[in-house]
């Protein structure tokens, strides 16, 4: 059960960072390929755009992105120390700043100022009272034609399979040769530290709790077959985006990922040949072999 303490001090201490985030792109071959073929496509309607907030950007991994398709970008995070890695990292991009919050709240942000609102593989660590109280935040920071695109857990659908996965989680604590077969059944590990909590369908109640209206929703698989993320757009009632919510089920997120994989070894691989300034840091987890 993640909690706003529990995220504090695995981001801030216990995580060590060494790959800057870039580690969670091997399953794309890296974040170049996980961004161009995964990423970029479900935010092209979005940006390029005015001002962008990113949620919880880590070490910068799609910011990097990010900086390129705004005026003005913020990101907020609530580890002091992603904030100062991303301040370094950023330094030369004068549109950019990095803020440290309480992992609730975005006081740095003016009342409907932001065009865009950003957050990938960080919102799903968090619980529906953090997600109610970002919305919140969204219903006031969002311009009239603002919209916020949140990536959050979807666990909660699993009610009665995650008890049954605790019981399984207690046999192989008893008989340890069991836990790879019973991870490779996906009967085990197979919550990735999710909030339990979340769903799709409670984050559109909460969406519209607080006047916002949730616009589109793709619910994916993650690392297994099991759809437990989604991926929510929401908007004001009465802006440009304004429509009945658009739901989808794609259980190809994870085949999506290997697919770039082969894009990322074969091509992705070869960009940055003759460059006399690599970009930092490097790609990795491409496997050429
Ligand atoms: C798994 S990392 C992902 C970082 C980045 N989005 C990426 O994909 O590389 C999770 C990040 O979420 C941040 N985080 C977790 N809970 C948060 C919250 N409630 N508010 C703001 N940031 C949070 C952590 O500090 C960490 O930087």
């Keep these: 059960m993640p909690s706003v303490e529990g995220n504090k001090s695995t981001w801030n201490q216990t995580y060590d960072w060494a790959s800057a985030g870039d580690e969670w792109s091997s399953p794309w071959g890296g974040a170049e390929t996980q961004w161009h073929a995964t990423l970029l496509p479900r935010l092209r309607p979005f940006i390029p755009t005015g001002t962008i907030c990113e949620i919880a950007p880590g070490y910068g991994r799609w910011t990097q992105y990010l900086l390129g398709q705004c005026d003005r970008y913020v990101g907020v995070d609530l580890a002091s120390r992603c904030v100062d890695a991303c301040?370094?990292?950023?330094?030369?991009?004068?549109?950019?700043?990095?803020?440290?919050n309480d992992g609730r709240s975005l006081p740095m942000l003016g009342a409907d100022s932001v065009d865009f609102v950003f957050s990938f593989d960080s919102?799903?660590?968090?619980?529906?009272?953090?997600?109610?109280?970002y919305l919140g935040e969204l219903a006031r920071v969002l311009a009239p034609d603002g919209i916020?695109?949140?990536?959050?857990?979807?666990?909660g659908q699993f009610d009665r399979e995650l008890r049954r996965m605790e019981q399984a989680e207690a046999v192989a604590r008893r008989v340890p040769v069991l836990r790879s077969p019973l991870t490779k059944l996906e009967l085990i590990e197979w919550g990735h530290w999710r909030a339990e909590?979340?769903?799709?369908?409670?984050?559109?109640?909460?969406?519209?709790?607080?006047?916002?209206a949730c616009v589109g929703q793709?619910?994916?698989?993650?690392?297994?077959?099991?759809?437990?993320?989604?991926?929510?757009?929401?908007?004001?009632?009465?802006?440009?985006?304004?429509?009945?919510?658009?739901?989808?089920?794609?259980?190809?997120?994870?085949?999506?990922?290997a697919s770039a994989r082969?894009?990322?070894?074969?091509?992705?691989?070869?960009?940055?040949?003759?460059?006399?300034?690599?970009?930092?840091?490097p790609l990795t987890g491409i496997d050429l072999t």
Aim: with cysteine; proline share 4%.
């Design 87 to 100: 301040r370094e990292r950023f330094s030369s991009s004068d549109h950019a700043s990095f803020e440290v």
């Design 123 to 133: 919102l799903v660590h968090v619980e529906a009272d953090v997600i109610a109280a």
């Design 148 to 155: 916020a695109w949140l990536h959050h857990s979807n666990l």
């Design 197 to 212: 909590s979340m769903t799709a369908a409670r984050l559109v109640d909460m969406a519209a709790d607080v006047k916002l």
């Design 218 to 257: 793709e619910i994916v698989n993650w690392r297994g077959s099991r759809l437990i993320d989604c991926i929510s757009v929401v908007a004001r009632p009465g802006s440009v985006w304004d429509r009945p919510n658009k739901l989808v089920r794609n259980r190809n997120f994870v085949n999506e990922g």
């Design 262 to 281: 082969s894009i990322s070894a074969v091509f992705t691989s070869l960009m940055r040949r003759g460059s006399d300034s690599p970009a930092w840091p």
